[in-house]
């Protein structure tokens, strides 16, 4: 295969350094206003930077991106693995890249081409057409030892991890008609009923094939595959999480029922039962295609919002890069998402006072990967926290248990660049001086684009890229500069004749009293 040309110089990451002088400017209704040129300008580069990540993560032979790969992009730093998530992740950055002008139409076609081939041939697990969670970037086969660690790896099967995998192959279709019906024939053999359990009406978290010989998996067939797997103990119960880009896709293929987008909790209900959660919400009890749904919302500084599971960012916001949710939902997601941003905001600038925000999984500066969020943006009683200390907040739920006295400070806040661009939408003055404060204050800014977090007291940065997070400001950036470009080729068709409508039904007990 020939190699692809590499057309970005180390100077552009210059460029985008010298760009932060700019102040935010106004915005329009969906991000950065198109006439507001420096603003504009100062995207583009970091999107050309962005993608030389992905170019330089790329096994061009196989056309699979890898998880990771130090600040330097050398490609000997990579890390050895990729999932399907990274792959779905690569196919619409390439996407992007082509549409902004980054790479021409032909050298994208190849390489997609080259990616969708080698997807097709990847082995998965024929009976759903699932695909498993690691393989091995420059060879396509399926990993059974961890590279990084040498530990075994017992084949799992994950449900949004092949969500996303999904929506890479439809981005792709959609974009690339020449790839069409290679593309289509892998997706539309990915059956995610496969993975929703009618008893609880919700979806687990995934399977494994073989037995795994652990205690919480529980033995099933949810879609006639003719032997059981072994499910997590666990389902997705949360409603405002990514997982829910799975939920949609089986929607719109007709492999779960509508009544599934109303089985998961917005809140769990306000009773004694569920006093280990974050504190108690308030909301009122409806009723939406048969299935009973507690309207409820947390408080937290002033607003009513509907958390996401720990608290962070991308479970809010990585579903609608692809789906218009504040659009077919103006009564729902159109209320809460600017208010969730609203609150990382607030936690960030005012509450613990880091001056910066934006909490999400990421790598961790230390060493590692963690998961950092708003803790009272979370369901979850210990939530995720946004500081290296782990200093979380113990909410009282009134009439069940008491709490503890509220922080009074906090310690060195963890922000990653992906959650701002998340954001973009929702919040863009914001966002943009965020984003250029977080790059004029540290050395977090490289030749492949923002570096993955940054700790803000102590200035630790880490240094390396994540095909996911890089793929998240890839399609923020799409949208941003190429008219909603990851929504226009993934919303149209079936997932907004069905999806749509039920997004349409429901109001949430969120805002400002």
């Known amino acids: 295969m020939k190699r692809y040309p590499r057309r970005h110089s180390t100077a552009v990451a210059t460029v985008a350094v010298a760009a932060l002088a700019f102040t935010a400017l106004p915005a329009s209704a969906t991000g950065v206003a198109p006439d507001q040129g420096s603003d504009r300008r100062t995207l583009r580069t970091w999107a050309a930077d962005t993608w030389r990540s992905f170019d330089a993560l790329v096994v061009e032979e196989t056309g699979l991106p890898d998880d990771n790969i130090d600040g330097d992009l050398d490609p000997a730093s990579r890390g050895g693995y990729t999932s399907p998530t990274n792959i779905g992740a690569y196919l619409w950055s390439t996407v992007v890249a082509r549409d902004l002008g980054f790479i021409s139409r032909g050298e994208a076609r190849e390489r997609l081409a080259t990616t969708v081939e080698t997807v097709a041939g990847l082995e998965k697990h024929e009976p759903s057409g699932m695909f498993y969670n690691w393989y091995d970037p420059a060879t396509g ?16 099967l994950s449900s949004v991890d092949n969500g ?8 792709a279709s959609r974009a690339e008609p020449s790839l069409a019906h290679q593309a289509d024939a892998v997706r539309e053999r990915m059956d995610f009923g496969c993975y929703y359990d009618p008893a609880q009406n919700q979806i687990r978290g995934g399977f494994w094939d073989a037995d795994p010989q652990e205690t919480a998996p529980v033995p099933g067939d949810y879609c006639g595959m003719g032997a059981d797997v072994w499910y997590t103990g666990h389902h997705y119960g949360a409603f405002n999480t990514e997982p829910r880009i799975a939920s949609y ?3 719109a293929e007709g492999q779960i029922p509508a009544k599934h987008y109303f089985g998961t909790y917005r809140t769990f209900p306000d009773s004694c039962d569920w006093d280990w959660t974050e504190t108690r919400p308030v909301g009122e009890w409806a009723e939406y295609l048969g299935v009973p749904v507690f309207e409820g919302a947390l408080p937290y500084r002033g607003m009513r919002v509907v958390p996401t ?14 789906v218009p949710e504040e659009t077919w939902g103006p009564r729902s997601w159109g209320r809460n998402h600017p208010l969730y941003v609203r609150g990382q905001i607030e936690h960030g600038l005012r509450e613990a006072d880091y001056g ?11 060493g590692g990967y963690r998961e950092y969020g708003v803790d009272q943006l979370g369901l979850d009683g210990p939530g995720y926290t946004s500081d290296q200390e782990r200093t979380t907040v113990d909410q009282p739920y009134e009439g069940c248990r008491e709490g503890s006295p509220a922080p009074t400070e906090y310690g060195d806040g963890v922000v990653t660049p992906h959650a701002s661009f998340l954001a973009l939408r929702y919040a863009p003055r914001e966002a943009m001086a965020n984003l250029r404060g977080i790059a004029r204050d540290f050395d977090a800014y490289g030749p492949g684009g923002f570096y993955d977090a940054v700790a803000v007291r102590s200035g630790q940065v880490s240094q390396r890229y994540l095909a996911l997070d890089q793929g998240m400001i890839m399609a923020a950036l799409g949208n941003e500069l190429a008219d909603d470009a990851m929504r226009r080729y993934v919303a149209p ?15 949430f007990n969120v805002g400002r009293p």
Request: proline fraction near 10%.
């Open 141 to 156: 086969a399926k990993l059974t030892t961890f590279p990084t660690s040498g530990d075994p790896v017992k084949p799992f």
């Open 164 to 171: 996303w995998l999904a929506t890479g192959l439809l981005l």
């Open 249 to 251: 896709l089986g929607i």
């Open 309 to 322: 599971w720990g608290g962070s960012m991308f479970e809010a916001l990585m579903v609608p890069l692809f």
């Open 356 to 366: 910066y925000w934006g909490f999400s999984p990421s790598n961790d500066p230390a």
């Open 493 to 507: 068709g079936e997932l907004e004749q069905k999806v749509r409508p039920l997004m349409r039904m429901e109001q």
